[in-house]
């Protein structure tokens, strides 16, 4: 059963190290250290994706910037509790980690893999460039009945498609882990830019409906 579970959260991602590794918590005596992961774009940007690791699994000092890497994990959400409220926290879980040349090109270094379900109605709408894009929450299980709750984003006929999913229903995506800057406005004036990490969806199928159908798309 946990192995079913842990299949249905994959992850790859590649890049490089552009923070010093911290240390992030501690669980039943095993210490955590969370960094940022350059990972390239086809359109030659970058995507900055935060990395929680495991002591054992690895030295911190062995984590340097500049170093390239190759992470294998999950995606996982957790809750932080602060003065600005209830926020969630999104970070790849690394499970295995390999140390890459400079030089290395791989082929695809953002890919990921979710089956959970629609826990949040989906909502359709266009950007001011005429994009059509439909923000999705998916809750994907976890071992020992946790869930993860990860944001996910539709293009063009999937936005489309995804808008008649209901809470509930069952769907496997594939697609990139993106992050976002974008600016928060405080009650002071004062602006803050912030970033926001979401799966951006490439391909999506409908595992099952209540009714128990099942229909599949894939972006063009």
């Not at 059963?1 to 501690?26: D, P």
């Not at 869930?147 to 509930?168: F, H, K, M, Q």
């Not at 229903?169 to 803050?192: A, C, F, L, P, T």
């Amino acid at each position: 059963m946990v192995g079913n579970v842990i299949e249905n959260n994959v992850v790859t991602v590649s890049g490089r190290i552009i923070s010093n590794a911290e240390f992030s918590h501690e669980v039943y005596g095993e210490g955590f250290y969370s960094f940022l992961l350059e990972v390239p774009r086809l359109s030659k940007t970058f995507d900055r994706i935060p990395v929680t690791i495991s002591e054992r699994l690895i030295q911190k000092e062995e984590l340097e910037i500049g170093k390239h890497v190759k992470i294998d994990g999950q995606f996982r959400s957790y809750n932080s509790y602060s003065n600005e409220g209830n926020r969630l926290i999104l970070t790849v879980f690394a499970r295995e980690i390999e140390f890459l040349e400079e030089d290395t090109v791989i082929k695809n270094p953002n890919q990921i893999f979710l089956n959970g379900f629609i826990c949040k109605k989906p909502i359709y709408r266009t950007t001011p460039f005429g994009r059509e894009i439909t923000d999705i929450l998916l809750a994907v299980n976890r071992p020992y009945n946790k869930s993860d709750y990860i944001p996910c984003i539709a293009w063009g006929r999937n936005a489309r498609y995804s808008e008649t999913l209901e809470v509930g229903d069952n769907i496997k995506i594939w697609g990139r882990i993106q992050s976002r800057e974008y600016q928060k406005k405080y009650e002071n004036g004062e602006v803050v830019t912030k970033t926001a990490y979401e799966v951006s969806i490439s391909k999506m199928e409908l595992v099952a409906k209540r009714e128990g159908s099942a229909v599949s798309g894939e972006e063009r």
